[in-house]
């Protein structure tokens, strides 16, 4: 299993950003996605999730009504959009998946499979 994240990079406070994950070596379809970051000297935090239909979507209140993940099963890839960023989105923004789970788990320790990481910067 591969995850690959791309499109992050740095934006001023109020732009957008949308990531990529391009998943390889998995049936993607059967799996749900989470979202996470981690900003430098804390610990990693959920971000959001995406079922395996992508029917349904859960998110931090953090990036409840700026963020939004989607999924497109057809190309293996996620998307999380992301606008009116604020410097406190300032991450390393990870995709992640686990064999066993086709809906959403907020807890970082129940996915196996992590994507190497895209930076976030919003500078003020």
């Known amino acids: 299993v591969q995850l690959v994240e791309s499109g992050g990079g740095s934006v001023q406070a109020g732009g957008s950003l949308r990531l990529s994950c391009a998943a390889s070596?998995?049936?993607?379809?059967?799996?749900?996605m989470g979202w996470f970051r981690q900003a430098p000297g804390k610990e990693r935090e959920f971000v959001g999730g995406i079922n395996w239909s992508g029917g349904s979507t859960y998110y931090a209140d953090s990036v409840k009504g700026r963020f939004t993940i989607s999924r497109d099963n057809a190309k293996n890839t996620a998307h999380l959009q992301m606008n009116n960023l604020k410097p406190e989105d300032t991450a390393v923004y990870y995709c992640?998946?686990?064999?066993?789970?086709?809906?959403?788990?907020?807890?970082?320790?129940?996915?196996?499979?992590w994507g190497q990481g895209t930076q976030v910067a919003v500078s003020s």
């Open positions: 070596g998995l049936t993607f379809s059967r799996y749900a």
């Open positions: 992640a998946v686990d064999l066993g789970m086709s809906n959403i788990y907020l807890d970082s320790r129940a996915y196996e499979y």
